[in-house]
């Protein structure tokens, strides 16, 4: 019997590396690559510490045998040997792998392709709202410090930004509540149906509506402006 679609899990995130080795023709690689064997240390133990619990899989192929394969993906990139690639997108070439980078990466990918599942509560340890929210959802959640944690920091921006919106300033806590989003500390209370405290440390986005404007930011120019000019005679 033919599994349904929604029965089927995701194809784990793919990591590819592009290694100084192989030949095409009458050319063959004889001398090893330092960081080429660096880079694959950097991308194995990433997947062991910071991308552990991800479905991930290491592809290593030879550069000089495949040239043209990552060469066509992006112009005039893609022709220095390590290339890493996540999911056919070109985020390291010609040095040793950033791992924060790869990290970054692969997260936002699996967190578009898998959807969370149980109750999640991504924070930070001196926001008072996180910790009211993570007293109240203790026993059935999971809690993710942004701070501490890269990984949580990008798995909660990659998985919000799409709902809210890119230009919307992203606070914590960010809660999901049964692999549904419920929101932040507001939208959790009205579920618990309890009062939320005002939060003096929780700042705005300039791009928020009550963050400075690039008006206010002429119009104060301007008077320093002004102020300057009548000084100076």
Known sequence: MARRKKDIEPRPVRITL??????????KVKIPCGECALTRDVIEDTMENELAGIP????VREWLSEWWKPLRLIPFKGYHAPIVLVENEIVSEGEALNRG?????????FAKRFMPEGTHLFGKYNCPHCAHAKDYLDEAGIYHDVV???RALYEMLARVKP?????TPITVPQ???????????KELAKRLQRKVEPNPERGHSSMSKRGVGRGSIRRAAAKVWREAIATSF
């Not at 991930?56 to 592809?59: H, I, N, Q, S």
């Open 18 to 27: 592009y290694r100084w080795a192989g030949q095409w023709g009458p050319f």
């Open 56 to 59: 991930v899989e290491l592809e």
């Open 101 to 109: 980078v790869l990290a970054q990466k692969v997260v936002d990918v």
């Open 148 to 150: 501490e944690s890269p």
């Open 163 to 167: 709902i809210v919106g890119p230009k």
């Open 175 to 185: 809660i999901w509540i049964d692999g549904q989003y419920v929101g932040g500390a």
